[in-house]
């Protein structure tokens, strides 16, 4: 249970001071960057975010004048054109939310952010009266809406934070919303220096997988499979820090960057179910180098640090997996099939492949963010660093001064995904894929067919010359004027 929230102080002010300095709308919403450690009753709060407009150029959040009650309208006009006013008029606006696109907000965030950091609440900036004058059901359901889009692999936190930057007056208030119940209480919140203390702990994780393939499984399927199998892989590894085997009573006293190294056991068996041919259509080959980056707040575990690791190495390749499906389906609305990798890649049908089928997932790329700290991005193969850099700048409010050369490309080579036929795989299978031939098929099996009946011909006609030398050697013997009867 949260009891306490700390955010860091020159992050927080320095927006909040933006915010009331601007011509900032009277409405905003936005996400909470941060965490909930596993180790404490603390929420550590690093960044705010603000949505941006949507598509139509709409703003996420806005203000909806109170409805006026019959009473008070007939009131009213009994008053005329005597000035008078009532109390309904006098009420301040609630706040209307865009929830769908606030929570598509969150899940693009969330690709961005390394292990240690996630969307864990949402802010907003109204005037007191307003904020009181929306419902607490209608903000504990924005809240649990951009909660469901975030993908939280493995955490059983039930609790999210609400952010209340008032202007009149202003203040901030940090509330605590439970989301089974959806109700909001207060907590502690104080400031202090987060971004400058925090860890870093690196590493470089290399795989090779080999699953079989079944007739009827989709494509999002099969590679999910084998991202799971990765995951186990990854939470059984033993750990090196700094090369020292990790134990949970160690303490890293040094400064900077750690690097991480994961020691793998060796594979001696194949799980039973994954030895039968029954219904198999191919093999999926999946191997490749993913680079892992988890951030290590004040007074946290080390081994919190080893879990964000490992589960940063997990959400990127689910990322990259979302990100190639995302632009199947984007694809598939404007009809572009026939140039479109990612709607080639996911419509693939195992058990009519004849030849091997590759692609590569997107690579991973670090961007400079807050005060030393970095997030990332994803790059597909005709991408360059600055199709990231914009998208950081829209997503995540990224400082126009980012240079490109700050940028740091960990994964020279991206992992790689190949399908290939079963059958071709394995040694003596007696049954083919139930596939058409192919035309070049076709001649190979005709040259083939055509050698075996020339050496079939020619074993039978080496005997034949044999016996028929033998006949003649026996009759020149047999009938020679000098032979004996």
């Known amino acids: 249970m949260v009891k306490a929230v700390v955010a860091d102080e020159a992050q927080?002010?320095?927006?909040?001071?933006?915010?009331?300095?601007?011509?900032?709308p009277r409405s905003?919403?936005?996400?909470?960057?941060?965490?909930?450690?596993?180790?404490?009753?603390?929420?550590?709060?690093?960044?705010?975010?603000?949505?941006?407009?949507?598509?139509?150029?709409?703003?996420?959040?806005?203000l909806r004048a109170a409805a006026t009650a019959p009473s008070a309208a007939k009131a009213k006009s009994k008053g005329g054109g005597k000035g008078g006013s009532t109390a309904s008029s006098d009420a301040p606006p609630s706040l209307q939310f865009d929830i769908d696109w606030v929570a598509e907000h969150a899940r693009q965030v969330s690709r961005m952010l390394l292990g240690g950091m996630s969307v864990i609440g949402i802010y907003i900036w109204a005037s007191e009266g307003s904020f009181k004058a929306t419902s607490p059901a209608v903000l504990s359901q924005v809240i649990r809406v951009v909660s469901q889009a975030v993908p939280w692999y493995g955490s059983d936190f039930d609790e999210r934070l609400l952010i209340h930057l008032a202007y009149s007056?202003?203040?901030?208030?940090?509330?605590?919303?439970?989301m089974a119940s959806g109700s909001l209480r207060p907590c502690d919140f104080k400031y202090s220096k987060l971004l400058p203390s925090l860890q870093t702990f690196r590493c470089t994780y290399n795989f090779e997988t080999r699953l079989t393939v079944v007739q009827a499984e989709p494509f999002n399927k099969v590679?999910?499979?084998?991202?799971?199998?990765?995951?186990?892989?990854?939470q059984n590894a033993k750990v090196l820090i700094d090369g020292n085997l990790f134990s949970e009573?160690?303490?890293?006293?040094?400064?900077?960057?750690?690097?991480?190294?994961?020691?793998i056991p060796f594979k001696n068996n194949l799980p039973a179910g994954e030895c039968s041919l029954e219904g198999v259509a191919g093999l999926l080959l999946?191997?490749?180098?993913?680079?892992?980056?988890?951030?290590?707040?004040?007074?946290?575990?080390?081994s919190e640090a080893i879990s964000d690791l490992k589960m940063d190495i997990i959400a990127s390749l689910r990322s990259r997996l979302d990100i190639?499906?995302?632009?199947?389906?984007?694809?598939?609305?404007?009809?572009?099939?026939?140039?479109?990798?990612?709607?080639?890649?996911?419509?693939?049908?195992f058990r009519e492949l004849r030849e091997p089928y590759s692609f590569s997932f997107p690579r991973r790329i670090l961007i400079p963010w807050l005060a030393g700290s970095y997030i990332c991005d994803y790059l597909q193969q005709s991408e360059t660093t600055k199709d990231?850099?914009?998208?950081?700048?829209?997503?995540?409010?990224?400082?126009?001064?980012?240079?490109?050369?700050?940028?740091?490309?960990?994964?020279?080579?991206?992992?790689?995904?190949?399908?290939?036929s079963f059958w071709d795989m394995v040694p003596g299978a007696l049954v083919r894929a139930p596939a058409e031939p192919s035309l070049k098929d076709s001649h190979s099996q005709q040259a083939s067919d055509s050698r075996r009946t020339q050496g079939s011909n020619l074993s039978i006609l080496v005997p034949l010359f044999v016996l028929l030398v033998a006949l003649l050697v026996g009759f020149m013997f047999a009938f020679s004027p000098n032979s004996k009867t």
């Open 28 to 62: 905003q919403v936005g996400l909470v960057v941060g965490k909930l450690s596993a180790s404490s009753d603390r929420a550590l709060v690093y960044s705010l975010l603000p949505t941006p407009p949507t598509d139509a150029g709409e703003p996420a959040c806005s």
């Open 223 to 234: 590679v999910s499979k084998a991202i799971s199998h990765l995951t186990k892989e990854v």
């Open 324 to 349: 190639i499906l995302d632009e199947a389906d984007d694809d598939s609305t404007t009809n572009d099939v026939e140039n479109s990798l990612s709607q080639k890649t996911t419509q693939v049908t």
């Open 286 to 302: 999946f191997p490749g180098s993913v680079s892992g980056c988890a951030y290590l707040g004040p007074k946290e575990s080390i």
């Open 12 to 24: 927080l002010k320095a927006f909040e001071d933006g915010l009331a300095s601007s011509a900032a």
């Open 249 to 263: 009573d160690m303490n890293i006293t040094s400064e900077g960057s750690h690097k991480v190294d994961f020691l």
């Open 169 to 178: 007056p202003r203040r901030l208030v940090c509330r605590i919303c439970e």
């Open 388 to 420: 990231a850099m914009e998208r950081c700048k829209e997503v995540i409010s990224l400082e126009a001064g980012v240079e490109s050369s700050s940028i740091i490309e960990p994964e020279i080579a991206a992992a790689s995904v190949t399908l290939e």
